[in-house]
């Protein structure tokens, strides 16, 4: 089977996009380009070859899968040097919702929780 699908953007609706981009730009280290001009007005967040796209809510208020659904994460980032980025989101106030340890499905990550009540996995598969 070929490969087509190169890469994947979280799109994440959000009440006060300036106050989500804010958030992710000071505390967890990502730039924000803002679209807020386009017919669909939207914020790029960017950190290294990850993007997430912030759109506005029409007022309504972000319900993370969890509450939806019973559980889940919101996003899940595949990632290197955990523990580094772990601690760099402790020292800026992230909360941590779970800390790095080992899955029982062979993952290693660990959890934050955003502004807007989304959980956000940063794991990788081990052996």
């Not at 796209?53 to 899968?65: A, D, E, H, M, R």
């Not at 595949?78 to 772990?86: D, F, M, P, R």
Request: with cysteine; aromatic share 12%.
């Amino acid at each position: 089977m070929k490969n087509l699908l190169i890469e994947s953007h979280c799109i994440f609706p959000t009440q006060d996009i300036i106050k989500t981009a804010n958030f992710y730009e000071h505390k967890m280290g990502f730039k924000a380009v803002h679209y807020l001009n386009a017919n669909e007005p939207h914020i790029c967040l960017y950190r290294d070859t990850t993007e997430i796209i912030l759109t506005k809510t029409n007022g309504q208020k972000v319900i993370p899968n969890r509450d939806l659904y019973g559980y889940g994460y919101d996003a899940y980032f595949i990632t290197k040097n955990q523990e580094e980025l772990q601690e760099e989101l402790v020292s800026s106030n992230v909360k941590i919702v779970r800390a790095l340890d080992k899955t029982d499905y062979n993952n290693t990550e660990f959890v934050v929780e955003d502004i807007d009540g989304r959980w956000i996995a940063f794991g990788i598969k081990v052996g």
